[in-house]
C-alpha cells in the first residue's frame, strides 16, 4: 500500500482532525508531516492556539508516521512540552521514527510556526495493534 493512501485515508476518516483544520501534507515510513490552518474557533482566552488543538496536530503528524506501511498503531503515551504560543495563520508539525518494534515504537515530535520557530516538541510512543490501519 502506498504511503499516499495512508496519508488520504486519514486525512478523510479522521473527522476530529478535518475539524480542527489538521490535515497530514506528507507520509512516508517512519516519518510524516502536518498542518493545521489557525481560525478563532482554535483559539483559546489568551488569543493564541489552545494546547490541545497543538496536541491534536502533533498526534496527526504521529499517526501518519506511524501508520506509513499499514501497520496500525495509535498512541500509547505522549509528552509535549509548549515553548511558545501558536500564532498566525498556520502550524506544522512533524513526526520522526527513533524506533520501532514489535509492540512498541517511538516517534520525536516537533510543532513549529510559520517562520520555523519551534512551538512544542516531545515524543509520543506507539503501541501496534496487530491490524492494518486501512483493509487493502
Request: contains cysteine; proline residues 2%; charged residues 20%.
Amino acid at each position: 500500500m502506498s504511503e499516499n493512501k495512508i496519508k488520504d485515508y486519514i486525512n478523510r476518516f479522521d473527522r476530529f482532525a478535518a475539524g480542527n483544520n489538521i490535515q497530514l501534507t506528507k507520509v512516508e515510513p517512519g516519518y510524516a508531516e502536518a498542518e493545521m490552518i489557525i481560525t478563532t474557533d482554535l483559539l483559546n482566552g489568551n488569543n493564541v492556539v489552545q494546547g490541545g488543538a497543538i496536541f491534536t496536530l502533533a498526534d496527526i503528524a504521529f499517526a501518519g508516521a506511524a501508520n506509513a506501511e499499514n501497520k496500525g498503531m495509535v498512541t500509547q503515551s505522549s509528552n509535549l512540552t509548549f515553548l511558545r504560543p501558536g500564532s498566525g495563520e498556520k502550524l506544522f508539525a512533524s513526526a520522526k521514527e527513533i524506533n520501532r518494534g514489535k509492540s512498541t515504537g517511538v516517534y520525536d515530535i516537533r510543532v513549529t510556526n510559520e517562520q520555523g520557530k519551534l512551538v512544542a516538541c516531545g515524543q509520543i510512543i506507539g503501541f501496534a495493534t496487530g491490524r492494518p490501519l486501512v483493509e487493502e
